[in-house]
């Protein structure tokens, strides 16, 4: 029974395309993440939602945009896909913004873009 | 703006020796969490260490937080290769702010 649940694992797509990440937990937790990780393994956060409320926006470029239909989901689209783009996507949550109890990370996208 | 720097970020080691591995960062936190990322998988968490002096210890890792010197140690004792995996510190400023990760300590056992 997958906690942070992510679709798709791998994603091959070309420069200009359009597309999305899904994210789902079933965790009860207020608040959920997306992360990108580039090739040299460093982690950045990208959004984080709390109760669908969008509570941290980094220097993303405006093609990323996060959707929170509801808490347990958080879902990214991506515009006019670039090479730059190409990463692994973590999706994350935590029990609310506090984080006393940690962060549970999906099991990530593999993003490449061609 | 929060920096978060661990070291080293390679290590090579023979089972059953010991190491510590660090982690620094440049503002006031009490929250420190360490993850452990084998090749291509997610992350798993290790530990939460969330006020000054706190010690866990699972197995063979133990993790230290000392909030004042802004310093936390991930310690390995005995070690056995299934530890070879990507070790992250990361660190949450404040209640609520988004969550720093250090570079990754890639460690590798022999046998």
């Known amino acids: 029974d997958t906690a942070v649940s992510q679709t798709p694992k791998y994603l091959v797509t070309q420069m200009g395309n359009d597309k999305s990440i899904k994210c789902e937990q079933n965790l009860g937790h207020d608040t959920m993440y997306w992360y990108k990780q580039d090739s040299k393994k460093f982690l950045k956060i990208m959004f984080s939602?709390?109760?669908?409320?969008?509570?941290i926006n980094e220097t993303v470029p405006n093609r990323f945009s996060p959707k929170s239909p509801d808490k347990a989901h958080l879902n990214l689209h991506i515009n006019s896909l670039e090479l730059g783009d190409s990463a692994v996507y973590f999706c994350a949550s935590s029990q609310d913004l506090a984080g006393f109890y940690g962060y549970t990370f999906g099991s990530g996208t593999r993003l490449t873009v061609v | 703006e929060l920096k978060v720097e661990q070291n080293p970020l390679f290590l090579s080691m023979q089972e059953g020796k010991n190491y510590t591995i660090y982690c620094n960062y440049s503002t006031t936190s009490d929250r420190l969490y360490w993850y452990r990322q084998d090749p291509g998988k997610s992350l798993e968490s290790l530990f939460v260490?969330?006020?000054?002096?706190a010690v866990k210890q699972e197995g063979r890792l133990m993790a230290s937080l000392d909030t004042k010197a802004r310093l936390s140690t991930l310690h390995i004792t005995a070690a056995v290769h299934d530890l070879s995996a990507t070790y992250f510190c990361?660190?949450?400023?404040?209640?609520?702010?988004?969550?720093?990760f250090g570079e990754g300590t890639q460690l590798t056992v022999n046998p």
């Open positions: 260490l969330l006020s000054n002096g």
């Open positions: 939602y709390n109760n669908k409320e969008l509570i």
């Open positions: 990361a660190v949450q400023e404040t209640s609520g702010s988004r969550l720093t």
